[in-house]
């Protein structure tokens, strides 16, 4: 078995001759928690869209899971739980309705998991989602993502909108959690306390390029060093 969960060579995306992602080459162990670091527009999205297929790149490669991020993105989408920086779900409906209309796609669902985070999060589960808080509609994604039962879960800019109750609610999920059954987390941030609160290894991005990538532990001592 690969023992990457994500492994990208010379990925690159341009948009009207300007360099969105250049060439990146990113590695991210399976079971690990890697925090994908850099400033709003540095790229995280563009590339997290291309890890699953939803965006096509101009150059370079991608596989995820295993599997190529071309050709085999159906699969990929099949085996990950993503929950996109940009929310949006069906405004007429219930979380609880929604929860039963997802658990039928994924053999992996967990209700019981539904019950544990829409407690933990406290979500109004009866009330229809065009009238949630945009917190609380992030809390729904998140609880969607969480109990799928996904190989790897792919969360952009995850604590948008969140309070920071919540925020350390899902910290610890994630650290905790999801680790205990082999679940692959990649989540993206720009801020880089929480990367350092839970992630194990770090990519960090600007203007497009991948400036540093490793485990946090490295990069921590590195700059003590440097520091010192």
């Known amino acids: 078995m690969n023992e990457l969960a994500i492994d990208t060579k010379d990925l690159a995306k ?24 850099g400033r709003n527009g540095a790229g995280k999205t563009t590339t997290i869209k291309m890890l699953l297929g939803l965006v096509r790149p101009t ?18 989408l099949q085996r990950t739980a993503f929950v996109s920086e940009k929310k949006t779900l069906y405004p007429s409906l ?15 669902w967990s209700d019981s998991a539904v019950e544990k985070y829409a407690r933990l999060f406290e979500i109004p589960m009866k009330q229809r989602f065009e009238q949630l ?9 998140l609880l969607l993502a969480l109990c799928q039962g996904a190989d790897l879960l792919i969360l952009d800019e995850p ?18 959690d999801a680790p205990d059954r082999g679940c692959t987390i990649f989540f993206s941030s720009h801020q880089l306390e ?12 600007d203007q497009g ?11 921590k001592s590195e700059f003590l060093l440097i520091t010192a």
């Not at 009207?16 to 990113?26: D, E, F, P, R, T």
């Not at 390029?209 to 990069?219: C, F, G």
């Open 159 to 176: 604590t948008t909108a969140l309070d920071p109750i919540t925020v350390d609610q899902l910290m610890h999920v994630l650290a905790e």
């Open 14 to 37: 341009t948009y009207a001759g300007i360099h969105a992602v250049s060439g990146i080459n990113l590695t991210v162990p399976r079971g690990s928690i890697y925090g994908f670091l």
């Open 59 to 76: 150059a370079g490669s991608a596989r995820v899971l295993g599997m190529d991020a071309r050709g085999e993105h159906i699969a990929i």
């Open 133 to 141: 808080s945009n917190g609380n509609q992030t809390k729904v994604w």
């Open 194 to 205: 929480e990367v350092e609160r839970i992630a194990e290894y770090a990519g960090f991005i």
């Open 94 to 108: 219930t979380p609880s309705e929604v929860v039963r209309f997802s658990r039928g796609f994924y053999p992996t």
């Open 209 to 219: 390029k991948l400036l540093m990538e490793a485990r946090l532990d490295d990069i």
